[in-house]
């Protein structure tokens, strides 16, 4: 029996309200709702100023591309967080975005604040932000029961688009109304709180990696552990092991499938600055993120109760109907239908999102899921800052409207290609997954 069902059953004999009897759980649970109000503050801050004081899509795509950047290098975060104590990371990346965050507000006090310095401290924000995504992937199972990863990862899901559908949606207001310094001092806030939350998490030492874990890979020697090339050698062996257990798997369709969606939404985001400007100024467009993060909330609300359905065929259909009101909210007749349509075009996506995370969880082993992350985020996410830097020069030349359009494509490029593919539609349903159903090999030392 693992720390985390031991911790759930002690805490709640009936098992009814396990999850939030779960003290450390809680505890990272607010670190993310806290952090995310922060990470969607200084996105929506950082992108509206680059597009107001330059007017450009392209320095626009830029910066959003930088932030994006996360999803290119996660490939090497992912051996890093398998072998480091995540506290410290937790804990150690709230305070580096913190302090940042603060050399913006000095500088619009001072009068320097301009896209020369946004456009270098948004890369400080990226790389401080890089090991969240594969921390959270491997850190849950540890917290967790095997029976509760859905309800974890929905309630994640949930609360991390909740806050960003709030503070999206409230960004571009504050902005219009207290400007930019207070938005960020505000932001240095969030990130020493959600600091102080993850400072508190106990992990016990069954779920840190062990000495033996951290140095079996490495010989045992002193001036050996510190070499270089040893680390290098390593980190390639860890990687190699990641690859190899995807090899062969349905994943590699579905990362294919996200790639495209990705670049599409790489594109949007990159213009939809411009976008919203055009239906009414820094308000609209942070009520479009904020119907971004309201349908993507729906979604992880709902995403437990289709739990039972044929994976493959809720894929099919949600990303069919997403495309068809992604189309429709741009040439809708007023900017409030344009808002709803887009947010509804989300649904599908936050359904599938956190049904995807139970379904890794699920058939791969705990051991190899902060590495997996990071190599399926970087296959499939990498086409993220490239459809920024796209979509911001695509639009100077055909138009914020119609680049838009065209980025509906990318949902409906996964419809299309699972409607081809009837092998990847008739997969099981996430609660009836198995390794087998989906090509996954558990090899005997993984399962130990």
């Not at 597009?51 to 999803?71: E, Q, R």
């Not at 109304?177 to 016990?204: C, E």
């Not at 090899?247 to 939809?272: K, P, Y």
Request: negative net charge.
């Amino acid at each position: 029996m693992t720390a985390a069902e031991v911790a759930e059953k002690t805490d709640s004999p009936t098992g009814r309200s396990s999850l939030w009897r779960n003290r450390d759980f809680r505890r990272f649970f607010a670190g993310q709702f806290v952090t995310n109000a922060g990470d969607s503050l200084y996105t929506v801050a950082v992108l509206w100023l680059v597009f107001d004081l330059s007017g450009s899509t392209v320095l626009t795509g830029i910066a959003n591309s930088i932030l994006l950047l996360p999803w290119l290098l996660q490939i090497f975060a992912g051996p890093i967080v398998d072998r480091l104590p995540i506290r410290p990371v937790l804990v150690g990346s709230q305070v580096a975005q913190g302090v940042v965050v603060l050399v913006l507000p000095l500088a619009a006090v001072t009068g320097h604040l301009s896209v020369e310095l946004l456009l270098a401290v948004v890369p400080v924000l990226m790389l401080a932000a890089l090991l969240m995504t594969p921390m959270e992937a491997a850190l849950v199972p540890r917290l967790v029961s095997d029976e509760r990863l859905s309800q974890a990862n929905s309630a994640l899901a949930t609360v991390t688009l909740g806050l960003d559908m709030v503070f999206d949606a409230l960004g571009g207001a504050f902005i219009a109304v207290f400007g930019a310094t207070a938005l960020f001092l505000f932001d240095s806030v969030t990130f020493a709180i959600a600091g102080l939350l993850f400072a508190g998490i106990s992990l016990s030492k069954t779920s840190e990696p062990s000495d033996s874990e951290q140095t079996s890979d490495s010989p045992t020697t002193e001036s050996d552990e510190t070499d270089g090339d040893s680390i290098l050698r390593s980190y390639v062996s860890d990687l190699r092991v990641g690859i190899s257990t995807l090899r062969g798997t349905v994943f590699v369709e579905f990362m294919l499938m996200t790639a495209v969606a990705n670049l599409a939404t790489g594109v949007t985001l990159a213009i939809l600055p411009s976008f919203g400007d055009s239906l009414g100024g820094p308000a609209v467009y942070g009520l479009l993120l904020g119907a971004l993060g309201i349908g993507r909330f729906l979604g992880s609300l709902v995403a437990p109760r289709f739990e039972h359905v044929s994976y493959g065929r809720l894929l099919f259909v949600g990303n069919a109907v997403g495309a068809c009101f992604w189309f429709a909210s741009v040439y809708a007749p007023t900017a409030a239908l344009t808002v709803v349509l887009f947010g509804l075009a989300w649904v599908p996506i936050g359904i599938s999102g956190v049904l995807t995370s139970t379904l890794n969880q699920t058939v791969f082993p705990k051991d190899l899921l902060g590495r997996l992350s990071t190599i399926k985020g970087t296959a499939s996410g990498a086409t993220l800052p490239l459809g920024s830097l796209i979509g911001g020069v695509v639009a100077e030349s055909l138009g914020t409207t119609t680049t838009m359009a065209v980025a509906a494509f990318g949902f409906g490029f996964t419809g299309l290609y699972l409607l081809a593919r009837p092998r990847l539609r008739r997969l099981p349903a996430v609660a009836d997954a198995t390794p087998e159903a989906f090509g996954v090999t558990v090899s005997a030392e993984s399962e130990e």
